[in-house]
């Protein structure tokens, strides 16, 4: 079965700790992204990463980190450096190349700060 | 950055109507959209690709793309309340920019 997959599903941390999210696909897609969706908004572009070992900032990219070793893998990093982390998480990926992007996306991790 | 504005919600149609949903953008070398619907709590799913002028038909699913106008619609014909879902509709770019949905309520 071909998609992506987030995990956890629900994560919460206390304030000031680093949280990594992970996410995973099969799809044999090059370009993987992270989004931020916080209730009643909008997604929000935090980084993107279009081939292996390269990525570039999104719109929204400070207090976040993220790592491209591998194709089928591009995890993201909450930092305690970011203010106001509690949101809901979501990783997607397309192919490159060509004139189209369409994004597919994974379930998303929920992520609470107390 | 392209800058994509969606129809304000929410949207409250009767079971059975027709509801229409519109989205402008401001890059007029955007060449082709997509149509993306997220269930409460979920994550967004393309239903609808459209890539050229005119109307795009997929079961009841009608996307229109006016790229003189710029902007692009989607009817959702004989809504059901599953139907009842935030829409958004992005411009086709390796980074998606992404409007801020219109919410779709169906009423039985």
């Known amino acids: 079965d071909g998609g992506i997959t987030q995990s956890p599903k629900y994560l919460f941390r206390k304030e000031g700790q680093n949280v990594t999210l992970s996410c995973e696909q099969n799809l044999n897609h090059d370009a993987m992204y992270w989004y931020r969706q916080d209730p009643g908004q909008g997604l929000r572009l935090i980084y993107y990463s279009q081939i292996v070992n390269d990525f570039q900032k999104g719109d929204i990219a400070e207090g976040y980190s993220v790592s491209r070793e591998k194709k089928e893998s591009f995890p993201l990093t909450v930092t305690s450096a970011q203010k106001n982390p509690t949101a809901f998480y979501l990783c997607?990926?397309?192919?490159?190349?060509?004139?189209?992007?369409?994004?597919?996306f994974g379930p998303g991790t929920r992520l609470t700060v107390t | 950055q392209k800058e994509v504005e969606q129809n304000s919600g929410p949207l409250s149609v009767p079971e059975g109507a027709i509801a229409s949903l519109n989205c402008t953008y401001s890059?007029?070398?955007?060449?082709?959209f997509f149509w993306y619907r997220q269930y409460s709590g979920k994550s967004p799913e393309l239903i609808m690709s459209?890539?050229?002028?005119g109307d795009k038909e997929d079961g009841r699913f009608t996307a229109q793309l006016n790229k003189a106008s710029q902007y692009v619609s989607l009817l959702i014909r004989d809504s059901q309340p599953s139907d009842s879902a935030t829409y958004l509709c992005a411009p086709n770019d390796y980074k998606l920019s992404f409007g801020a949905g219109t919410t779709v309520t169906v009423r039985a």
């Open positions: 997607a990926s397309s192919t490159r190349g060509g004139s189209l992007y369409e994004q597919y």
């Open positions: 459209i890539y050229s002028n």
């Open positions: 890059d007029r070398g955007s060449q082709s």
